[in-house]
């Protein structure tokens, strides 16, 4: 737990710098309105960023477990499964935490308790790593299903038209949800 220590005593710098690693990303135009529109309403993707990081980065300082830093992170990784990144970009924004906090530190982190701190924030940041990984796979299996399900839906419906045959497909407007837990909320991992 980082709580109280030289990471927690500078979280507002931590997070600032963690933010724009992340929207370094990000095309031009596309971080501006990030930056510039302050609305969740008008900018969803920023707020869910804006949010996600902010509670990702209280979890790792209060030593949250899995559950909580899932449920920190489950936003940012949905937006992500759906861009046209690459899997490695789509979850990097994990790991920049690390350098945010070391350049945050500056000369702390090269004290006994500095590097102390910033082994044990790197300990929660592979234990956040995980569990953002496992719900980008169910992310991107999900967005799957969908595109498969629609590909049959209306590979069906082109049958029904052409030749009078119903093909429906059972169950194919149900939607999985993406969680970090799917057994605790009574999901199914396939």
């Known amino acids: 737990m980082l709580d109280g220590g030289l990471i ?109 701190e910033l082994d044990e924030l790197g300990t929660a940041v592979d234990r956040l790593a995980l569990v953002a990984f496992a719900c980008y796979v169910r992310c991107r299996e999900e967005i799957f299903s969908i595109r498969t399900r629609e590909l049959q839906r209306r590979t069906a419906s082109l049958l029904r038209r052409t030749a009078g045959v119903d093909l429906s497909i059972p169950g194919a407007d149900e939607a999985a949800g993406c969680s970090p837990d799917p057994a605790s909320e009574g999901g199914s991992t396939a």
């Open 8 to 116: 927690a005593a500078r979280r507002s710098a931590v997070l600032g710098l963690w933010w724009e690693m992340v929207l370094a990303g990000y095309p031009t135009d596309t971080r501006s309105f990030l930056v510039r529109e302050k609305d969740r309403f008008q900018n969803p993707v920023g707020a869910t960023l804006r949010s996600g990081l902010e509670d990702a980065l209280d979890g790792l300082l209060a030593g949250a477990g899995e559950a909580e830093l899932g449920q920190a992170v489950q936003g940012i990784v949905r937006v992500r499964a759906v861009q046209d990144i690459s899997d490695r970009d789509a979850l990097a924004f994990v790991f920049a935490v690390k350098q945010a906090a070391r350049a945050a530190l500056g000369e702390d982190a090269e004290t006994e308790r500095g590097r102390r």
